[in-house]
Structure formats: C-alpha cells, structure tokens
C-alpha cells in the first residue's frame, strides 16, 4: 500500500459557478426508486435503493453512499445529484452498510464496495454501463467514495460468489465534506498540535478502540488500519477526477469538514495531472456545475 504523502504547492481553488452556501433552493419530493430496499449482501443493512433513468442503451450510474460517522443514517440520495443524473441519463443507486458499531473498518468500506460490484452484477438487467460508475456522498460517504474511486480494484475472478467478481472502482466521484484522510496522525497534522483531534468518538468506533489518543503508538495492526482506510494513501495517475464541495471556509476552525481535506488531496491530485476541484463556501451541489462535471467525466 502506498503511503507517500508528500505535497506540492496548491495551484488554487475553483469556485466559478457554485451556489453559496447561504443559497438553499426548496426540497422538491424525490421520485419514488424503481426498485427499493433491495438487497446486495447478507447483512440487514446491505440494502440499496436504484433509480433506473430512462435510456435506449446502458446508462451511467451514480452511487450515493451516506455520511452520519459511520455509525448512524440511511441510504439517502441528494436531491440535486438525483434530479440532474435521472434528467440525463444517469441511473442512480443509495446504499447502506454497516455501521462501525456493527463492524469496524474495513467493514463499512467492504460493503460499499459490493454494493458497486452488486450493482455491476445487474447491469444486463437494469440497462447499466459498467465502464461509467460514479460516486458521491457527504462526510464517511464521501470518503467511502474517494476510497473505491482510489483503491486497487477489489474484483477477484475467481471468486465461487459471482458478485465479487465484478469491479469495485469508480470513474469519477463528486463529494461534499469529505474527508481524504482517517489516518489520526495525518489529521493532527492539518491543524495546530493544541486543537483536539476532530471527530474523536466516530474514528474510535471506526477503528475498534477506545479512544484515539496515543493514537501516534498505536498497535502495529492499528496503524495499518489507519493508513489502509485512509483514500489519498491509494492515490495513483490510474484513478478519475474529484469535485469536492464544503460548506466550511479556509478560515474555519478545526473541524472533520474542513477543506483542507480536500486542499492536501488537490495538491497530490494536481502532482498527477488529475482533474480536482475544491469548493469551500458551498453546502450543496449547483447542478449546471454538476451536470457539466457528469458530462466531462462520466458519460460516455
């Protein structure tokens, strides 16, 4: 597993035609999913929703995986990536998992990715592109989707369970509020060495430990744990491009959403010739800026 997380100057932020955050458009109801609750692995929460857009030849996918610190919400789909994606071909599927309080990492993470794989698996059945999977989500979700999108494929052919012998890999993956990094140690080195570790409590579930502090002389087992689990670890010139939104400024305080996430993931994304946006100021996605996103990066 690759580990350099070294850095090169930032180039900049891309901020052209993103809403503010202070702009909330109305929630309109969402449509009802084509197919509900159906299930992609054995475990009751290994269930997913899947809208299927409408289409004369195999659609595009966005996989919508939730936030909540891994350990609480469900299967949820923003409005504005469900509306955009549907209006232009793109299927769209929610999925839930694990909580950590259920299974430690890698748990969560493993059950996004068979979800993927679940969802290729239906592909001549629910008119799905395999080549073109997308994937987005907010907070754990987000960074479960940096993960996949990173992460060497998880695909085994020879596998006696044909599911996972699909790909788990996404071809591109706009997020909001993510976290690049679970690592503690690389954490703490974002922000001051007085400031707490963010999100203390959801990264001791994750991890299976009571806290995180000492976290620098953790077991052996525990640091690979944390440096597995961690997206920007897995980072090659392989991978696909990266919006991140977040609602938060530079100048914000020491917080899990902080762009600065987003910032030492640009910077090694940059080093690569990836394409990768980083939006802070901005809760939501604009959809003209999305769509064009999907468009470039996703649609074939």
Not at 149 to 170: K, Q
């Amino acid at each position: 597993m690759k580990s350099n997380l070294s850095f090169i100057p930032l180039l900049g932020l891309l901020a052209t035609g993103l809403l503010p955050a202070q702009e909330k458009a109305p929630e309109r109801p969402k449509p009802a999913p084509t197919f509900a609750n159906v299930a992609y692995g054995p475990h009751e929460r290994n269930v997913l929703d899947f809208w299927q857009a409408r289409s004369n030849r195999p659609t595009p996918v966005v996989v919508s995986i939730h936030g909540g610190g891994f350990y609480r919400n469900n299967k949820s789909v923003r409005n504005e990536i469900l509306e955009v994606c549907l209006a232009n071909g793109i299927s769209v599927a929610a999925i839930s998992y694990r909580y950590s309080t259920q299974a430690i990492a890698p748990g969560p993470f493993l059950d996004s990715a068979r979800a993927v794989q679940f969802l290729r698996s239906k592909a001549k059945e629910w008119n799905l592109d395999k080549a073109h999977f997308g994937g987005t989500g907010g907070s754990a979700g987000a960074g479960m989707a940096l993960w996949l999108g990173f992460h060497d494929d998880l695909a085994d052919p020879y596998s006696s369970d044909p599911v996972l012998r699909e790909s788990s890999r996404l071809t591109c993956m706009a997020v909001i509020n993510g976290q690049t990094s679970y690592d503690p140690r690389f954490i703490r080195g974002l922000f001051p060495p007085t400031a707490p570790l963010p999100a203390d409590g959801a990264l001791s579930k994750l991890f299976g430990m009571k806290s995180m502090a000492g976290s620098e002389n953790a077991p052996p087992e525990k640091i690979r744990l944390f440096e597995e689990m961690s997206p920007i670890n897995h980072l090659t010139s392989e991978d696909g491009p990266v919006m991140l939104v977040y609602a938060l400024g530079m100048d914000a305080q020491p917080d899990i959403h902080h762009p600065i996430f987003g910032v030492r993931l640009k910077e090694k994304m940059d080093a690569l010739n990836i394409p990768c946006e980083v939006l802070p100021r901005h809760a939501r996605f604009d959809p003209a800026h999305l769509l064009a996103f999907y468009k470039r990066y996703l649609k074939p």
